[in-house]
């Protein structure tokens, strides 16, 4: 027996709306090395290495231009990011396994760099990120600058050993009454850790401030909605028992699990789809052998369970508008399926896992 399903998802209902990020010219400023501040759109394209330069134009249909890190302290798109430069002591040690060294202290280099900001306030936390060496830097208002230092580096006996130097560089700085140790040596060296260590400190100090990594990276969708299939069955030994119940309409329900990945825009995401799906087509048909033919209603009850595990691309068409595709492996569970003859034995259904391709229109309503 074969079983073909198209997959034409006549009718989807979005319970969700979201407004995602494009890779366009978006409101920000930056402010040159005299100190003044330019209005502009800068092109966004959500930056995964720290930029050394970015593209702006000061009207809509103006001409685009190019500002470098030698002629920009600071910049920044509205609502999104925002980069600060600074001229700081950075360590930049691999932290590849394979290319590490000997060395347990921090190898200092002098540097200009825009610094992305992560949290602003009484204290601040920023970030480095250059061909995946993620470094963070740290300034309050009684100290400088100065980098939060974690190192990998080779042992003796030939294992990996640890500097985490940033830990006390946290509990001299960061002191105050909700922060005790136990917080700062179970803070590992990740962002969101050291964000949410950075935002308590500020709310503890009743400072005002801003995380511009505050964003929502997870959705959850219902999706309901109406689906063509269609089934036949074919039997090599008798033509008669190959059967084509032809296209029917059903009704499926289930719901998404969206994880936008933190970059590139969030044009990328990781898609989990659980949906419940049924459907029972009848037909009436010859059935039996070249000797007795006789005709009868012959009914297939189809159930399953289908979880679409891939990937997500979003392409914009405007600040309203965007469609994505994507590419999954669907796991396919059926549920007592079968094909059920008036006058001969059922037939089981049998579903085999598949890859679908999905492309999809998307309007956003503000």
């Given at each position: 027996?074969?079983?073909?399903?198209?997959l034409?998802?006549?009718?989807i209902?979005?319970?969700?709306?979201n407004?995602?990020?494009q890779?366009?010219?978006e409101?920000g400023?930056?402010i040159?090395?005299t100190?003044k501040?330019?209005?502009?759109?800068i092109?966004?394209i959500?930056?995964?290495d720290?930029?050394?330069?970015?593209k702006?134009?000061?009207?809509?249909?103006?001409?685009?231009?190019?500002?470098?890190?030698e002629?920009v302290?600071?910049?920044?798109?509205?609502?999104?990011?925002?980069y600060?430069r600074?001229?700081v002591?950075?360590?930049?040690s691999?932290?590849?396994?394979?290319?590490?060294?000997?060395?347990?202290?921090?190898?200092?280099?002098?540097?200009?760099?825009?610094?992305?900001?992560?949290?602003?306030?009484?204290a601040?936390?920023?970030?480095h990120?250059?061909?995946?060496?993620?470094?963070?830097?740290?300034?309050?208002?009684?100290?400088d600058?100065?980098?939060?230092v974690?190192?990998r580096?080779?042992?003796?006996?030939?294992?990996?050993?640890?500097?985490?130097?940033?830990?006390?560089?946290?509990?001299?700085?960061?002191?105050?009454?909700?922060?005790?140790i136990?917080?700062?040596?179970n803070?590992?060296?990740?962002?969101?850790?050291?964000?949410?260590?950075f935002?308590?400190?500020?709310?503890?100090?009743?400072?005002?401030?801003?995380?511009?990594?505050?964003?929502?990276l997870?959705?959850?969708?219902?999706?309901?909605?109406?689906?063509?299939?269609?089934?036949?069955?074919?039997?090599?030994?008798?033509?008669?028992?190959?059967?084509?119940?032809?296209?029917t309409?059903?009704?499926?329900?289930?719901?998404?699990?969206?994880?936008?990945?933190?970059?590139?825009?969030?044009?990328?995401?990781?898609?989990?789809?659980?949906?419940?799906?049924?459907?029972?087509p009848?037909?009436?048909?010859?059935?039996?052998?070249i000797?007795?033919?006789?005709?009868?209603?012959?009914?297939?009850?189809?159930?399953?369970i289908?979880?679409?595990?891939?990937?997500?691309?979003?392409f914009?068409?405007?600040?309203?508008?965007?469609?994505?595709?994507?590419?999954?492996?669907?796991?396919?569970?059926?549920?007592?399926?079968?094909?059920?003859?008036?006058?001969?034995?059922?037939?089981?259904?049998?579903?085999?896992?598949?890859?679908?391709?999905?492309?999809?229109?998307?309007?956003?309503?503000?």
């Amino acid at each position: 027996m074969k079983m073909r399903k198209q997959l034409l998802i006549l009718l989807i209902f979005i319970s969700t709306i979201n407004i995602y990020g494009q890779t366009s010219f978006e409101k920000g400023y930056f402010i040159n090395n005299t100190g003044k501040k330019t209005e502009c759109l800068i092109k966004n394209i959500d930056w995964k290495d720290n930029p050394i330069d970015f593209k702006y134009k000061l009207l809509e249909n103006g001409k685009i231009e190019n500002a470098t890190i030698e002629s920009v302290q600071e910049f920044g798109i509205y609502n999104k990011s925002k980069y600060n430069r600074f001229k700081v002591n950075i360590d930049l040690s691999s932290k590849n396994i394979t290319d590490l060294t000997t060395v347990k202290k921090a190898v200092f280099v002098e540097k200009t760099l825009f610094l992305k900001v992560l949290v602003e306030g009484k204290a601040n936390l920023y970030f480095h990120d250059n061909n995946n060496l993620i470094t963070f830097l740290f300034k309050t208002e009684t100290s400088d600058i100065e980098q939060l230092v974690y190192k990998r580096y080779k042992t003796d006996d030939n294992r990996v050993g640890y500097t985490k130097e940033y830990q006390q560089q946290l509990w001299l700085n960061l002191k105050c009454s909700s922060i005790p140790i136990n917080l700062i040596k179970n803070t590992t060296y990740h962002k969101n850790e050291l964000i949410n260590l950075f935002v308590k400190y500020n709310e503890c100090e009743n400072s005002e401030f801003t995380n511009y990594e505050k964003k929502d990276l997870f959705n959850f969708t219902i999706r309901p909605g109406i689906r063509s299939s269609s089934l036949s069955m074919t039997n090599n030994s008798s033509e008669l028992r190959s059967l084509d119940f032809g296209n029917t309409l059903s009704f499926q329900a289930g719901f998404e699990l969206e994880f936008i990945m933190p970059f590139n825009n969030n044009k990328w995401a990781l898609i989990l789809e659980p949906t419940i799906q049924s459907f029972k087509p009848e037909i009436t048909s010859n059935i039996g052998t070249i000797d007795f033919v006789v005709e009868e209603k012959v009914i297939a009850d189809y159930k399953s369970i289908e979880i679409p595990i891939g990937f997500r691309h979003y392409f914009y068409l405007n600040k309203d508008s965007n469609f994505f595709i994507n590419a999954s492996y669907v796991l396919d569970f059926n549920t007592s399926s079968k094909i059920d003859f008036q006058t001969q034995n059922d037939e089981e259904i049998r579903q085999s896992n598949y890859l679908a391709l999905v492309i999809s229109i998307k309007t956003n309503i503000a």
